[in-house]
């Protein structure tokens, strides 16, 4: 039976036959590791002279933006990283400078530590991360993790983690910005209310869902929401809902709309796997990724990965996927042209491909500890999901 979290974010099917071993995930945050994986070339170009300093960053029970603003703080260096990892691990990532100059010493707080590796000629960039290695222990599981063999045959849905996770509304927002429906998207950030949430987040929500108290309530709302904080001050101080949706920074913006395409891309699959279409192997006609990530048509006797459309105003309708994504949009009363908003322009996405199976490499399974790679892009949670099959996936920790 597929939770109902499952499908609020688009999930309506198991990729495999396994019956779950259950348990739960993240009991401790060492239970959860992520290392960072590059491509060798990028890793051999790291030297010792000038350039763009390299370093590793080791954290947990911090996200990666937080502890890059720490940092900054504490020592006034500046650096980007290739991917986001989250508080609920431990995680070893890379950063890079984006200035030429001389590197700090290594650094370490309670949460975070800072190795340099080395320099670089020009900085690193989200391409050069190919994906990450997850070893991950499963609490108060069934015995019988060994017995799962199907890991090569999982779809690559988008996880928990993109629509909010014990707050699924990312999504619902992006829907009300398409549809330039800003009070409610104002509503949404505000006033959503999720049974995973806390007790004090939700009674302060219900309490804003009460739009002529704003003021009264704007100090009840803890730092830590500080997007809320922004949303409400603006609404207090004009009462236009698109100005307040404008004071969010616009990569947040644009993560809305991302994360109702990743939505519209889980129902999709659902859909195309459930109508029996083959989503492992690639056929005549198909839109395939070469390994080396570039889109082109499918071509007989290639190396290439099945994808399917990522909807946005550049909607490329001739695949045979067509059918279910034309039936799903019609449902959410969207249409491709939509995600050009014209409003708020910077917001808008041309859409693209996505690769419809997880691909995981170097997979083993001993006691109740799984280990695997997987690419750019992959949610380790929705392989974990097929491996345990959990009733209540917050509950097990996802």
């Known amino acids: 039976m597929i939770p109902n979290l499952d499908s609020q974010i688009g999930i309506d099917v198991y990729s495999t036959k396994f019956s779950g ?29 000038n350039g763009y300093a390299v370093y590793k960053l080791k954290k947990k029970r911090i996200d990666t933006n937080h502890a890059l603003s720490g940092i900054f703080r504490q020592t006034g260096l500046r650096l980007k990283s290739l991917g986001l990892k989250d508080a609920s691990a431990v995680t070893e990532q890379f950063v890079c400078s984006g200035h030429t100059g001389k590197a700090i010493e290594n650094f370490s707080s309670d ?62 927002i992006g829907k009300a910005i398409l549809q330039m429906d800003f009070s409610k998207a104002v509503d949404l950030i505000l006033s959503f209310t999720s049974s995973y949430d806390s007790k004090d987040n939700t009674e302060i929500r219900q309490k804003l869902s009460d739009k002529a108290n704003y003021q009264q309530y704007f100090d009840q709302v803890p730092v830590q929401m500080d997007i809320e ?7 207090i101080e004009h ?46 006609g198909d839109v395939c990724f070469d ?78 500890v799984v280990e695997f790679s997987l690419s750019r892009g992959s949610f380790a949670t929705i392989l974990l999901r097929e491996i345990m099959k959990p009733q209540d996936p917050m509950i097990a920790g996802f």
Do not use: W
């Not at 259950?22 to 790291?46: A, C, H, N, W, Y």
């Open 21 to 49: 071993i259950g348990g739960k995930i993240r009991v401790e945050p060492e239970d959860f590791q992520v290392t960072e994986l590059i491509s060798k070339k990028v890793e051999s170009s790291i030297n010792d002279q």
């Open 111 to 172: 949460k975070y530590s800072l190795k340099h590796l080395g320099y670089v000629k020009k900085p690193l960039s989200k391409k050069d991360m190919i994906g990450n290695h997850f070893k991950l222990k499963i609490s108060e599981c069934q015995n019988n993790l060994e017995s799962f063999t199907e890991y090569e045959k999982i779809l690559n849905f988008y996880g928990y983690q993109r629509f909010g996770s014990k707050r699924p509304v990312t999504h619902l």
């Open 229 to 235: 904080r922004m949303v409400l001050k603006e609404m």
């Open 239 to 284: 009462g236009e809902p698109i100005r307040a949706i404008r004071v969010i920074p616009v990569s947040l913006r644009r993560f809305y709309i991302q994360a109702y395409q990743s939505f519209i891309f889980n129902q999709s699959l659902s859909a195309a796997f459930l109508d029996g279409e083959d989503l492992f192997e690639a056929q005549s």
């Open 291 to 368: 390994y080396n990530g570039i889109i082109g048509k499918y071509v007989k006797g290639m190396d290439q990965n099945l994808a399917l459309p990522f909807v946005g105003y550049s909607y490329y309708k001739k695949t045979r996927f067509d059918f279910q994504i034309s039936k799903i949009l019609e449902q959410e009363e969207i249409l491709p042209k939509d995600f050009f908003i014209k409003e708020m322009q910077e917001a808008s996405s041309e859409g693209g491909f996505r690769q419809t199976a997880i691909h995981c490499s170097n997979y083993s399974a001993h006691d109740n």
